[in-house]
């Protein structure tokens, strides 16, 4: 297979991105690999005709280049390392989730800055969602202020609730 860039030498590294359940792969040689900055610690910036994508692996293979501690982690029930985890972005049993705990939420907050999933929310329900969104998170901060014996900003804290939950007597 000819790389697609140069068209002359042969492709050598294989980039694969799958998204919105559709495939693209894109087959470079290595200097056209390198001259595009697709290596281990980067991924192909947004040019012509690449999309800009970072794989699951190449974010592994990149994430575990910053310590190598956690090499020796084997599940014993799958028999599965972290090396191979690593390099397929897949487990084997269900113990692994346990197992690679630290390193896959590691993983996820260096690849989404978040290890939460939020999701999507339809847009005629996004008010409401939002609305009941700042509710937990007032009533985590209420709680939070009463821990803390500041009743003042509990007691507004607690006002700003009764506020969204439409309340017109406090006492209620």
């Known amino acids: 297979m000819q790389c697609e860039v140069c068209k002359s030498a042969p492709a050598s590294v294989h980039l694969t991105d799958v998204s919105n359940n559709q495939k693209k792969e894109i087959h470079l040689c290595e200097n056209c690999a390198r001259d ?25 293979a990149e994430f575990s ?11 014993p029930t799958c028999g599965l390392s972290y090396r ?13 989730y346990n197992l690679f705990t ?9 690849i989404h800055h978040k290890v939460q999933h939020t999701g999507k929310v339809p847009g005629r ?13 007032l009533r985590e901060e209420l709680k939070n202020a009463i821990e803390r014996e500041e009743y003042e900003k509990a007691a507004q804290i607690r006002d700003q609730i009764y506020t969204l939950e439409g309340r017109r007597d406090k006492r209620k």
């Open 36 to 60: 595009k900055g697709a290596t281990i610690k980067s991924y192909l910036n947004k040019d012509t005709n690449f999309p800009e994508f970072k794989t699951a692996q190449l974010m592994a």
């Open 65 to 75: 280049e910053s310590g190598g501690e956690d090499e020796g982690l084997v599940c």
């Open 84 to 96: 191979k985890f690593r390099s397929t972005g897949k487990f084997g049993c269900p113990d692994d």
């Open 102 to 110: 630290k390193q896959v939420v590691q993983l996820l907050e260096k």
């Open 125 to 137: 329900a996004s008010s409401q969602m939002a609305v009941k969104k700042e509710l937990n998170q």
